[in-house]
């Protein structure tokens, strides 16, 4: 639902109201928008992005960890460390080109792993239909249309599934890249690109996910399935390609969430809120330090914390979702949207994230992207 959103409703809208207000990054998106001289929108928005992508790349870092753990049994501090310094160094080096060529060929490496595995799991059952048998025999709800939950279990398990899918069109370092696309031909071919590419990913996970069930009945870490499959199904150079695609989605995802909070400082506080002159070498030294000074902090987080890979994606994917999402939906369907209803937005999408989490509601209620999406959407209607 969030790649067809973003795809068909937001990428060749945002693409073009950005050229015509010259805006970079989101942040500028926001503020010209609304011609914010007092940099307002831009604080805030500064605010939540920093924030949230530390959250972001530690958890990546977190899964560099597990990787290396499940499959070598190397300390997570150690792989965290050194897959964090090689990361850094890249990206600080090479910028947006070296981001771009990394993630472009890390990107078919991932695809190539994740197919793979999927594939030959199901092989190792007999075959789909026999996988089928051996799924219904060692967890027979697995295959069931609601999973063996109750109805009001099972219609909150999608409406939270669903709401995932409401945090793509607030996502800077996916929406920037519309922005940045050169014209409406790019749009439509990045769109059915994208969406094949999603289906790919997204039908293989779940693919080797219900595998696994059978394959690995007592693995402790979900999380270590997917290195545990690739290690015990695969000959030992396909597992070290299929390694290499597990930490190229990490190490493009990093890079790419650094990019923006580094093009977040360098741009949108150095050079529009100090309106500091910046030379070209300037801006290279600016953006380097934002990288390292992100990066030892995710560093630090990841270091120091043993939670799910997942609980800190969906934190940071909410956090943001929440906030430029429903934002940048009415600025290019509603044009009413004020300021103050920009402000008030962001506000109530970051703070309720935060509440929402802090309280447990996640757990026992419903994830948090869900209400904050709707409160801050409201936030927006009804103070414009």
Avoid at 243 to 256: P, R
Avoid at 307 to 324: E, H, K, T, Y
């Amino acid at each position: 639902m969030g790649y067809l959103i973003n795809w068909f409703f937001i990428a060749e809208k945002i693409r073009k109201q950005s050229e015509e207000i010259q805006a970079v990054t989101l942040s500028d998106y926001i503020e010209n928008y609304f011609n914010d001289e007092k940099h307002v929108l831009r604080l805030i928005s500064v605010v939540i992005i920093f924030s949230c992508m530390m959250g972001y790349v530690a958890a990546q870092l977190i899964a560099i960890g597990k990787t290396f753990d499940a499959i070598f049994g190397v300390p997570h501090v150690l792989s965290i460390s050194v897959g964090g310094i090689i990361v850094l160094g890249y990206t600080m080096m090479g910028g947006v080109r070296a981001v771009a060529w990394t993630d472009f060929i890390q990107g078919l490496i991932m695809v190539f792993g994740l197919v793979v595995v999927s594939l030959v799991a199901v092989q190792n059952l007999g075959g789909f239909s026999a996988m089928l048998v051996e799924v219904e025999q060692v967890s027979p709800t697995t295959l069931e249309w609601m999973g063996g939950e109750s109805i009001a279990a099972f219609f909150g398990s999608m409406v939270g599934l669903l709401g995932i899918g409401l945090g793509y069109p607030g996502q800077p370092h996916v929406v920037t890249r519309y922005m940045a696309a050169k014209n409406t031909q790019v749009i439509k071919n990045g769109t059915w690109i994208a969406l094949g590419w999603g289906l790919l990913i997204y039908s293989s996970s779940i693919l080797l996910g219900i595998c696994g069930q059978v394959l690995f009945p007592g693995l402790e870490d979900p999380e270590h399935l997917f290195p545990k499959a690739a290690e015990q199904l695969l000959p030992t150079f396909l597992t070290a390609i299929v390694l290499i695609g597990v930490l190229s989605a990490i190490m493009s995802t990093i890079s790419a969430q650094i990019l923006v909070a580094a093009s977040t400082v360098a741009h949108d506080i150095y050079s529009k809120m100090l309106k500091q002159s910046l030379s070209h070498k300037r801006i290279i030294l600016v953006s380097r330090l934002t990288v390292l000074l992100l990066g030892l902090g995710a560093m630090l987080i990841a270091l120091g914390e043993t939670r799910v890979i997942f609980w800190f994606v969906l934190f940071a994917w909410s956090g943001l979702g929440a906030s430029f999402g429903p934002l940048i939906l009415f600025t290019l369907y509603w044009k009413e949207t004020s300021r103050q209803g920009a402000i008030a937005g962001m506000l109530t999408g970051f703070v309720i994230t935060l509440v929402w989490k802090i309280k447990g509601f996640s757990d026992s209620v419903i994830y948090e992207l869900v209400p904050a999406f709707l409160l801050s959407s409201l936030a927006i209607y009804f103070v414009s």
